[in-house]
């Protein structure tokens, strides 16, 4: 069966300092990949997708990057953190068939002070 | 723009009701639709998957789907307090990549 592994589960960072969060899937190939943010209270706000390696989408202008080494690997990247970086960070993967559902990760709450 | 609308809650019921969640979606062209339940605090999880106007049943859980009213419900029979949670819709949008446009989710409560 598949997993998706996503860590730290929580994380406490000054604003400025750099920021990477790792996400890796079990269990199939090729998976488009996701990286979501969750403010407290408010809905998902895509964030990322990557339908491949190296191949990474960006939906909202943002100081985050994103990165895709690895077929199921998946990292979320900041030079410089922001106040407004704080949010629970969710990383997702679906299957490469059309209309299928995103399964997530545990994600991690990320604290900027 | 592509959304998916649904009523934030809370929506409250006693134990043991049908509690019933609603999503309207604006993309006409639309056949995958998901129900996910989120606890406070955890990830959101899958619970329900359907893609064919009707109904679809799962355990307590039923989603429906009408498709010609753009208009998505789920249903939860013999509402336990363990059902407390964010219940969110999500549609997959019609398109070239299958973007997956969520609701902000509706706040079930189930009292004992």
């Known amino acids: 069966s598949q997993t998706i592994h996503q860590w730290p589960a929580t994380l406490v960072q000054p604003v400025g300092s750099p920021l990477s969060l790792e996400c890796t899937v079990e269990?199939?190939?090729?998976?488009?990949l996701y990286w979501y943010r969750q403010a407290a209270g408010r809905g998902l706000q895509l964030l990322f997708y990557?339908?491949?390696?190296?191949?990474i989408s960006s939906e909202v202008p943002q100081n985050l990057s994103a990165s895709r080494p690895q077929d199921r690997q998946f990292i979320l990247s900041s030079k410089k953190l922001l106040l407004s970086d704080s949010g629970f960070y969710l990383c997702?993967?679906?299957?490469?068939?059309?209309?299928?559902?995103?399964?997530f990760g545990d994600g991690t709450r990320l604290s900027i002070l | 723009q592509k959304e998916v609308e649904q009523n934030s809650g809370p929506l409250s019921v006693p134990e043991g009701a049908i509690a019933s969640l609603n999503c309207t979606y604006s993309?006409?062209?639309?056949?995958?639709f998901f129900w996910y339940r989120q606890y406070s605090g955890k990830s959101p999880e899958l619970i329900m998957s359907?893609?064919?106007?009707g109904d679809k049943e799962d355990g307590r859980f039923t989603a429906q789907l009408n498709k010609a009213s753009q208009y998505v419900s789920l249903l939860i029979r013999d509402s336990q307090p363990s059902d407390s949670a964010t219940y969110l819709c999500?549609?997959?949008?019609?398109?070239?990549?299958?973007?997956?446009?969520f609701g902000t989710g509706t706040k079930l409560q189930v009292i004992p």
């Open positions: 990557s339908v491949g390696i190296g191949q």
């Open positions: 997702a993967w679906s299957a490469v068939q059309r209309n299928q559902p995103q399964h």
């Open positions: 269990g199939t190939s090729n998976p488009n």
């Open positions: 993309d006409r062209g639309s056949q995958s």
């Open positions: 359907i893609y064919s106007n």
């Open positions: 999500a549609v997959v949008n019609s398109g070239g990549y299958q973007k997956v446009t």
